[in-house]
């Protein structure tokens, strides 16, 4: 019995710090608000400085692939609410902000779970 309440006690503080490194979703919206015009399409051939801040600040969160994961359905589901949009200038954000991450093209077809670590 002592055995299986440390297992939980440990599996309860993990669990935790791993839900910790992952902001909720509404901060991270408001992180790539500023993203919106150059993924729907603005002739803007650059990401907003803001953008550009709001994904670096994403990412210094992202501890595992858990996080990119929970981040990725985020703002899969977010997008889904913006209307229409080019998902093939998602990647470009982080090579326009020059960002050492990779952002996958996130669409209602993306799976997220399958995003790279």
């Not at 051939?45 to 801040?53: F, G, N, Q, T, V």
Request: contains cysteine; glycine residues 4%.
């Amino acid at each position: 019995m002592n055995c299986l309440l440390g297992f939980f006690a440990i599996f309860l503080v993990v669990s935790m710090s791993a839900m910790a490194s992952v902001p909720r979703c509404p901060i991270l919206m408001h992180e790539v608000r500023p993203c919106l015009k150059f993924i729907q399409g603005s002739r803007s051939r650059a990401p907003s400085e803001d953008c550009c801040e709001g994904v670096f600040d994403i990412y210094k969160r992202v501890k595992n692939k858990l996080d990119r994961v929970a981040i990725c359905s985020c703002i899969k589901k977010a997008l889904s609410d913006v209307g229409p949009y080019n998902a093939s200038r998602i990647p470009l954000i982080p090579k326009k902000c020059r960002l050492r991450i990779i952002l996958p093209p996130i669409d209602r077809k993306f799976n997220c779970s399958k995003v790279k670590v």
